[in-house]
């Protein structure tokens, strides 16, 4: 089915194409969406959500804010497929009204591939928001892409996480986890599918409450013993060393060694050094080869935290064989951020993280070519930044040529 989606898609781009170069003119549709609070809210129209259709032949989009009634209205589009996203920012006084309990929200919805053609006219789209509360924790910038040797050849030990204390208040990040979602970030290889927890018989309705994650780290403490201040951040690196030294990559783009935590990968055959200077992580689950390694096309992220770890479900892939390990099911309400990056700008299908959690991604020019994504900021306060936090990384995060851990130059 996905095939002769594909083969649909194509043909409608070429058709219009086509079109385009004759002496008929398009015909244009009125696209209407209609925007929808949770179930649970006490009014069911979204007023003031923004609306944005994005053309998937050549990334074109458009935007519109709903009305009273939650309704965005968009004139004159040209047919064609679209991807169609909807977000709404709640403050704590319209979270009251709406909820019962003042707390700031952050609410999305997504529909992808959306055909719009010249019947019906108007064409309606209806889309349900969802969400969750904004995290003081952020995921302040991560550096995945990797680098080039002297020799050309590939280099990704460099790879790190940065977390920022995006709140007012000294946090303490004892407990604190970090994961990797399960699933390939774009259509690598021809045989390449989305997760399979996105559309497995097994794992039916419950892919947009919960992350399926592959190997899950901890920051180790008893409450109390990791503090973090406002407006300060922590690093997290694959390895905790220099990387520019002449033995490893002088071309790599980071010095590590100074990283606060590194995820050491122990080993019998010892592969994964050990940075004597940088402490390690705690390995709760893995399920990767030698190393931490971050998917060079790009990762799906997300910071959590459980009392109870080994309460939380072990799910079997769908489809796979017995020897697979099975991946952990992390339910949205214990993820205080997250971060998607995916192989290019095609790739939303292979999305591995909940909408109402993230709902974009970001993507790189290529791969080892040492460009990082880090997240915007909205206003500074005296010394202490504020970072762009709508759980969008479309939006929250920029592409930047080489990483900055620590800094924002």
Request: aromatic share 10%; proline share 6%; hydrophobic share 35%.
């Amino acid at each position: 089915m996905k095939y002769a989606s594909s083969l649909f898609t194509l043909f409608l781009t070429v058709y219009w194409l086509i079109g385009c170069n004759s002496k008929d003119p398009v015909p244009a549709v009125t696209v209407q969406v209609n925007v929808t609070y949770p179930a649970t809210y006490n009014q069911p129209g979204a007023a003031g959500a923004r609306v944005t259709l994005t053309n998937t032949a050549d990334a074109s989009s458009t935007t519109a804010v709903t009305d009273a009634s939650g309704r965005a209205t968009f004139a004159d589009m040209l047919p064609g497929t679209y991807n169609v996203a909807a977000t709404r920012s709640i403050t704590d006084a319209e979270a009251q009204a709406l909820t019962g309990i003042a707390q700031r929200l952050e609410l999305n919805a997504s529909q992808n591939a959306v055909v719009i053609m010249e019947t019906p006219n108007p064409r309606v789209i209806d889309l349900r928001l969802s969400g969750s509360t904004l995290g003081s924790l952020v995921i302040k910038e991560v550096y995945y892409t990797g680098s080039r040797t002297p020799a050309g050849g590939t280099y990704f030990s460099d790879q790190f996480v940065e977390i920022y204390n995006n709140s007012t208040d000294t946090l303490f990040l004892d407990g604190l986890c970090i994961a990797d979602a399960y699933g390939v970030s774009g259509l690598i290889n021809p045989t390449n599918r989305p997760t399979e927890f996105s559309s497995g018989t097994a794992t039916a309705g419950i892919f947009q409450q919960n992350v399926f994650v592959s190997s899950v780290w901890r920051i180790p403490g008893t409450g109390r013993q990791r503090p973090l201040a406002p407006g300060r951040s922590i690093l997290i690196a694959q390895d905790g060393v220099n990387h520019r030294a002449a033995d490893l990559n002088p071309n790599s783009p980071v010095d590590l060694s100074g990283a606060d935590w590194e995820t050491f990968n122990e080993r019998p055959d010892g592969r994964d050094a050990d940075a004597p200077g940088v402490p390690n992580l705690e390995r709760l689950y893995f399920t990767g080869g030698f190393d931490w390694l971050l998917p060079v096309f790009g990762p799906g992220l997300i910071l959590f935290r459980t009392d109870n770890f080994d309460g939380l479900e072990r799910v079997a892939i769908p489809g796979a064989a017995a020897t697979v390990q099975p991946r952990i099911r992390v339910p949205n309400n214990l993820v205080i951020d997250a971060f998607e990056a995916l192989q290019n700008g095609n790739s939303r299908d292979f999305k591995r993280i909940p909408t109402a959690l993230d709902a974009g991604f970001v993507f790189a020019d290529d791969t080892y070519n040492t460009q990082s994504f880090r997240r915007k900021t909205t206003s500074t306060i005296g010394t202490r930044r504020v970072l762009q936090d709508s759980n969008n990384s479309t939006g929250d995060f920029e592409k930047i040529a080489r990483p900055t851990p620590r800094s924002f130059n």
